[in-house]
């Protein structure tokens, strides 16, 4: 049986939930509640030298990286790589990309100056320079949503989980964003979804 370690707090985490319950595959999650900072489950360095989280075992194959734990269950249990032209799974897996270095890079500074931080260790001027830099990240984004219901070939799929996860935080910052409306639509649609509300829903913090 497949085992997630890694908490539901965690945006990587969450990308790896949400796909396993999508997939319908059966899991063992370790440390779903746990706390930032530990992963409380006995050598854990020897599943992820990194001590960061997810990680996926899958009858003894560790997977590090919550990215590659997606596409790894996609290759398994869809037939999505085989199906797709090699052009559309570029795109799918550019927004893959684009979440993980060009979003979290401005992401991560102000989640943590607004959320998690204490409010005396706050760079306002940090945060204010972070937001209007992935304000600018999600106009692209929504520009190009506009042609298309969900990111590849217009059905839902890993990449709209791993922007999904990314979107859910983005919405829940306390932030001014701009009127993003095929952010819109396209968010209101994958919000909607069963997996979104028992893995993501609820989650902000
Ligand atoms: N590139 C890694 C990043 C993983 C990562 O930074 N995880 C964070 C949580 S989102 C972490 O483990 N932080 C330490 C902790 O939670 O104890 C991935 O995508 O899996």
Redesign the pocket.
């Known amino acids: 049986m497949i085992q997630l370690y890694?908490?539901r707090n965690?945006?990587?985490?969450q990308?790896v939930s949400w796909a396993l319950c999508e997939l319908s595959i059966e899991f063992k999650w370790h440390d779903e509640h746990?706390?930032?900072?530990?992963?409380n489950v006995e050598n854990y360095d020897k599943l992820n030298p990194?001590?960061?989280?997810?990680t996926l075992d899958h009858n003894g194959t560790i997977i590090?990286?919550?990215?590659?734990?997606v596409r790894y269950l996609y290759r398994k249990y869809t037939d999505v790589y085989e199906i797709s032209k090699a052009e559309d799974i570029a795109i799918a897996e550019q927004w893959m990309e684009f979440q993980?270095t060009d979003l979290q890079l401005n992401m991560t500074p102000i989640f943590w100056g607004l959320v998690r931080n204490p409010p005396e260790d706050r760079d306002q001027e940090l945060i204010d320079r972070n937001v209007v830099l992935l304000n600018k990240k999600f106009e692209i984004f929504d520009n190009f949503l506009s042609d298309r219901e969900y990111i590849l070939n217009n059905s839902f799929g890993m990449s709209d989980i791993i922007m999904g996860v990314a979107s859910y935080r983005y919405n829940s910052l306390p932030i001014e964003r701009p009127n993003l409306t095929n952010l819109k639509l396209w968010y209101d649609k994958i919000s909607k979804r069963d997996c979104f509300n028992k893995n993501i829903f609820g989650t902000f913090s």
Do not use: D, E, H, Y
């Open positions: 890694g908490r965690s945006i990587n985490v990308k746990g706390k930032f900072g530990t992963v990194q001590l960061i989280v997810p590090n990286q919550s990215n590659s734990i993980a």
